[in-house]
């Protein structure tokens, strides 16, 4: 089983930027994809940006240009790197990690971080 611990979230103005982490507890080299989802109030939860194995990176749209997804792999942690950020892009913000750790393909959440732009 592989735990994950979101931090870096807050309060922000639009315009600024904020750097979301998430440490995993074993290693994220195992992983096939690394995640990050937004779920904002009454909303679904929806896929903001993926990093793969291989190095392919997806955004949502509405992020493409400010968002940047990385990992390090030293450090077992995932980034998502938020600039100009936008009243739309508040909402809980939570890792997700999908791969082997010894009990076969498994997917992962963290227990989320809070993201508030303020307009």
């Known amino acids: 089983q592989v735990q994950l611990v979101e931090s870096g979230g807050g309060l922000v103005q639009a315009g600024g930027s904020l750097r979301l982490s998430c440490a995993a507890s074993?290693?994220?080299?195992?992983?096939?994809?690394m995640g990050w989802y937004r779920q904002a109030p009454g909303k679904q939860r929806d896929l903001v940006a993926r990093l793969t194995r291989g190095g392919t990176t997806n955004y949502a749209d509405s992020v493409k240009g400010r968002f940047t997804i990385s990992g390090d792999n030293a450090k077992n942690t995932v980034y998502l790197q938020m600039n100009s950020l936008k009243a739309e892009d508040t909402g809980v913000y939570y890792c997700?990690?999908?791969?082997?750790w010894g009990l076969g393909m498994s997917d992962y959440w963290g227990q989320g971080t809070q993201v508030t732009v303020s307009s």
């Open positions: 074993k290693s994220i080299s195992s992983a096939i994809v």
């Open positions: 997700n990690v999908f791969g082997n």
